[in-house]
């Protein structure tokens, strides 16, 4: 017969209580045991006294015949210094999984995207330069071009006031819409 030193859980639902038992490890966790020979309430603080209770003669005697504890008891049995756990070497504990390294890609991918974007508008030209330059390269066209618009601006502007409407029609409109607007607003 197979004999273990573990834990078999008791108390409600999010509030935990373990009795550290001694059992046949074919029989199921909450189920039967040999002998209780302690406690464990994960809801205590670390450093306090009864957050681990352990009959330390019962335990050594329990070793001797050839239980085996579970890993979570074989600390609680180094803690008490009944038997030296082995500290367990896990290189990879601290390494983020697959779907976060792709997460983390992708953030590189974005910020050196972001990064040529803002070089390239840094590199490019300003607007001004870019006219300096036309100017530069082509003077007397421009000055033809920029001649031109403001000599049809010149005979456009009278052309414009003619079409604007007085200002007294303008005045007169001006009390009708209010009016429109107050009716709309009783109705």
Known sequence: ???????????????????????????????????????YNPLLAKDDAKRVT?????????????????????????????????????PNKGKPGEKALERLEEQAKKAEEAAEAAAAAAAAPEPEAVEEVAAEEAPAEVAAEEAAPVEAAAEEAPATEDAAPPADVAAEEAPAAEEAAEEKAEG
Request: glycine share 10%.
């Open 1 to 39: 017969m197979a004999v273990s030193i573990r834990l078999s859980r008791g108390g409600s639902k999010k509030r935990p209580y373990y009795r550290i038992v001694v059992a046949d490890a074919r029989s199921p966790r909450d189920g039967n045991f040999i002998e209780k020979i302690g406690t």
């Open 54 to 90: 352990l009959d330390t003669d019962r335990a050594k005697h329990w070793l001797g015949v050839g239980a085996q504890p579970t890993d979570r008891v074989a600390r609680f049995l180094d803690a008490a210094g009944l038997r030296e756990r082995a500290a367990r070497n896990n």
